[in-house]
């Protein structure tokens, strides 16, 4: 009787203890596959000038970017960018060609590399009221993640503008997963 007795608690422990590990404190979080941020930053222009000066040329730059993202590695994005000045790019492919606020609108692929180690690279337009030219973009960006969904993430840009005419972007955006 004392075996069945030992034999029957053993059985009631083993058995709530199987029970117990079916249930976990982890929620799983739905995947969110939008973003939209906002983007500050610099943009350098090797072959611009402001009132025809040698100097070297960086702009304030300005964007609003959404991005969606398909799984964890890989999104398509659309970067929008203002330069806040006008300026004027001399180069072999564009003399004297100024350029009065120019928008960038761009469809890029986003690959994640590294947790939030980020390339982009599509091509876009760069609107102006003198020309519109195209642009082929590439960069890099690192989200660091905050409360509630939002990143800040510095970001690198080089676009191509054709021919010989190139600008670098360096800025920062912070934005929102939803």
């Known amino acids: 009787m004392k075996k069945i007795s030992v034999s029957i608690i053993i ?11 079916g249930h976990s404190s982890k929620q799983i979080m739905p995947f969110l596959h939008h973003e939209i941020d906002g983007f500050v930053g610099s943009i350098h222009v090797p072959k611009g000038a402001l009132d025809n000066s040698n100097a070297t040329l960086i702009l304030p730059n300005i964007g609003l970017n959404y991005k969606y993202w398909f799984d964890e590695k890989f999104a398509l994005g659309w970067y929008n960018n203002i330069v806040a000045l ?11 060609l100024e350029r009065n606020y120019p928008i960038t609108t ?18 876009g337009l760069e609107i102006d009221k003198n020309k519109s030219l195209f642009v082929f973009r590439f960069g890099v960006d690192y989200g660091f ?24 972007t360096l800025g920062i955006s912070a934005g929102k997963r939803f």
């Open 11 to 21: 059985l009631i422990f083993a058995s709530w203890q199987a029970f117990s590990q």
């Open 106 to 123: 761009t469809i890029v692929g986003i690959f994640k590399l590294w947790k939030n180690l980020a390339i982009f690279t599509g091509p």
């Open 145 to 168: 993640p905050l409360a509630n969904d939002w990143y800040l993430t510095p970001r690198f840009i080089f676009d191509n503008l054709g021919g010989d005419v190139q600008a670098y």
């Open 86 to 96: 006008t300026y004027v790019i001399n180069s072999d492919s564009h003399q004297d």
